[in-house]
C-alpha cells in the first residue's frame, strides 16, 4: 500500500505544480477564465496532497515529496515551459487530470484490499478530479459536434 499511496502523492503534487505552471503562461481566448479554473484544479490538487501524505502518515508510511522524487516516479508528461494557448492549455490540463485520475483507480482495488478507509480517500479524489477534467474539458467542445475524453478505465 505504501507504493500505491506514493504513486497517488507524487501524482497529485505534479498535477499542482504543472497547474501553476500552465496558470502563470496560459494565454488566448478566454484567458481570465481559464486562468480562474486553473487555480481550482490547483487548489483541489495541493489539497488532495495534504490528504494522501496525513493519510499515509496516519498509517506509519512515510511520504516523499520532494521535488526530485517527484521529477523521478511521476506518471505526467512534462508541461511545457513556456507562454501556452488557451486551447492547448485546455488539453494538457485535462490529460493531466485523467492521468491521475487514472492512478487513483490503478491503485483503489489493492488499497481496498488493505484498508478501505484509504480507498475512501481515493473515492473523494476520483470524484473530484474527474468533475474538474470534466469542466476544463468543456472548454474545448462544440455542442452536437465533439464528443468528451473516455475517463480511463
Request: aromatic share 4%.
Amino acid at each position: 500500500m505504501a507504493g500505491d499511496l506514493q504513486r497517488l502523492l507524487v501524482d497529485l503534487i505534479e498535477l499542482s505544480l504543472q497547474g501553476k505552471q500552465a496558470h502563470w503562461n496560459v494565454v488566448g481566448k478566454n484567458f481570465r477564465d481559464l486562468h480562474l479554473q486553473l487555480d481550482e484544479v490547483v487548489e483541489a490538487a495541493r489539497g488532495f496532497t495534504d490528504d494522501v501524505a496525513e493519510r499515509m502518515r496516519a498509517l506509519y508510511i512515510t511520504p516523499d515529496g520532494r521535488s526530485a522524487t517527484v521529477a523521478q516516479q511521476t506518471s505526467l508528461p512534462p508541461f511545457p515551459g513556456t507562454e501556452v494557448d488557451t486551447e492547448t492549455t485546455v488539453d494538457l490540463v485535462t490529460a493531466a487530470l485523467y492521468a491521475v485520475a487514472k492512478t487513483g483507480r490503478d491503485i483503489h482495488d489493492e488499497v481496498d484490499e488493505e484498508d478501505p478507509t484509504t480507498a475512501d480517500l481515493i473515492h473523494t479524489i476520483l470524484e473530484r478530479l474527474e468533475q474538474l477534467a470534466w469542466m476544463v474539458d468543456a472548454e474545448n467542445r462544440v455542442a452536437g459536434e465533439s464528443s468528451p475524453r473516455p475517463i480511463a478505465p
